[in-house]
C-alpha cells in the first residue's frame, strides 16, 4: 500500500509499504468524528497486458475538493498521479486479467491526532490500498429495483453531500437497511427541502431518458460530482443527444414512465459503471421502465465506456493513462 504522512504542516516522504493493518489510538479524531475522504477508481488490462487507468487526473481533482470541504490539507494532482501509478505498476500482477474484472483503487486520507476535543486535525494520513475485482453484474446488465427515501435523506443544501467524506456513508445505511428488507435493492434520494426533486440513487448518481434526451440532476451540493456520471454526459453529447442537466421531480418520473415517454433510466458509478433501473416504488405505487430490460442507450453508454477502459475502442477523450 501507498502511505504518505503529514505533520509540522506539510506532507512527507511518500514510501510504498505492505499491506497491513495500523495501530491507532482509541482517541484518533478521525473515529470520533469523521473527518476523512476517500475516492475510487480502477485500473484495467488492456489487450497488450498494459494497464489502463481510467480518469486519474479528475479523481486527484475530486480528492481535493473533498479535502477542502472537511478540512483536510490537499495533496497535490501530480503527487496523487504518482502514487497511484507508482503503486499499480509495482501491483500489476493483481491486475485480473478477464473482461469485466480490475484492480480497484481506494485513496483515502484520515486525520490522526490523538485527541478527543473537536478542532480540525494537526496530522494526517494517506493511504491508497488496492483489490482485484470480480464483473460487477455476472449474468449481464440485471435492471435493478428500487425504491424513494421515505422520511430519510443523504444530504442538505450547504451539508457534505458532494464531498466523498464518511458521514453521507454512514447516514445512508439505515435507509438501505430499510429499503432491503422491503425487497428493493437500493434507495432513490429526494431532495432534503421539498422531498421532491431526484438527487441521487444508493451511492451512484442517477440518469433518464425521456423523448430521447437525457436527464440528469444538476450539480449543486447535494449530488457527488461522479466521474461516471461526467464520462455519460460527455459520451452523450458527442453522440449528439440533447442533455439536460435539470432537476428532475419523482412526479416527473413516475408519469413520463407511465405514459410511456421515459423509456430508461439508470445509475452510474465507477462499480458498475451503467446500473439499470427496472422498477421505481414511490408512495405505494410502482412504475416498471422498459419492461424491465436494460434499454439501447444504457447498453451503448455502458459498452463503450468499458471499451475504452480496456483499450478496446478509440479513446477520443484521452480518459485513460496506460502503464
Ligand atoms: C462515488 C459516488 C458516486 C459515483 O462517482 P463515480 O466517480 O462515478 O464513481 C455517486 N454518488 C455517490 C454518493 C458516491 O459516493
Redesign the pocket.
Known amino acids: 500500500m501507498f502511505r504518505m504522512d503529514y505533520s509540522h504542516g506539510k506532507w512527507n516522504e511518500p514510501e510504498i509499504v505492505p499491506y497491513g493493518p495500523i495501530q491507532v489510538p482509541p482517541s484518533l479524531s478521525t473515529l470520533h468524528y469523521g473527518q476523512t475522504v476517500f475516492e ?1 477508481l480502477k485500473a484495467f488490462r488492456n489487450r497488450n497486458g498494459g494497464i489502463n487507468i481510467f480518469r486519474l487526473d479528475k479523481h486527484a481533482e475530486r480528492m481535493k475538493h473533498s479535502c477542502e470541504r472537511v478540512c483536510i490539507p490537499t495533496v497535490d494532482n501530480e503527487t496523487f498521479i504518482e502514487a497511484v501509478e507508482t503503486l499499480v505498476d509495482q501491483d500489476r500482477d493483481w491486475v485480473p486479467k478477464a473482461r469485466g474484472t480490475a484492480l480497484y483503487i481506494r485513496p483515502l486520507i484520515f486525520a490522526t491526532d490523538s485527541y478527543i476535543g473537536v478542532r480540525v486535525s494537526e496530522n494526517y494520513s494517506f493511504l491508497i490500498i488496492t483489490s482485484p475485482v470480480a464483473a460487477y453484474f455476472k449474468e449481464g446488465l440485471n435492471p435493478v429495483r428500487l425504491m424513494t427515501s421515505g422520511s430519510f435523506v443523504r444530504a442538505c443544501p450547504g451539508g457534505l453531500g458532494e464531498a ?1 467524506t464518511a458521514a ?1 456513508y454512514a447516514a445512508s445505511l439505515l435507509p438501505q437497511v430499510e429499503a432491503n428488507r422491503k425487497g428493493y435493492s437500493q434507495v432513490i434520494w429526494l431532495d432534503a427541502i421539498e422531498g421532491k426533486y431526484i438527487d ?1 440513487v444508493g ?3 442517477i440518469c433518464f431518458v425521456k423523448d430521447g434526451a437525457l436527464i440528469t440532476p444538476p450539480l449543486g451540493g447535494t449530488i ?1 460530482p ?4 461526467d464520462s455519460v454526459l460527455q459520451l452523450a453529447r458527442h453522440w449528439g443527444m440533447t442533455v439536460e442537466e435539470r432537476r428532475i421531480s419523482i412526479d416527473e418520473v413516475m408519469s413520463s414512465i407511465e405514459d410511456g415517454s421515459m423509456t430508461e433510466a439508470f445509475g ?3 462499480a458498475a459503471v451503467i446500473s439499470p433501473i427496472g422498477e421505481i416504488h414511490h408512495k405505494g405505487k410502482s412504475a416498471i421502465v422498459n419492461e424491465g430490460r436494460i434499454g439501447p442507450v444504457s447498453q451503448k453508454l455502458y459498452d463503450t465506456i468499458t471499451g475504452i477502459q480496456y483499450g478496446e475502442i478509440e479513446d477520443p477523450f484521452g480518459w485513460v493513462r496506460t502503464i
Open positions: 475510487g466523498k453521507n441521487e451511492t451512484m448518481n457527488l461522479g466521474i461516471t456520471r452510474t458509478g465507477t
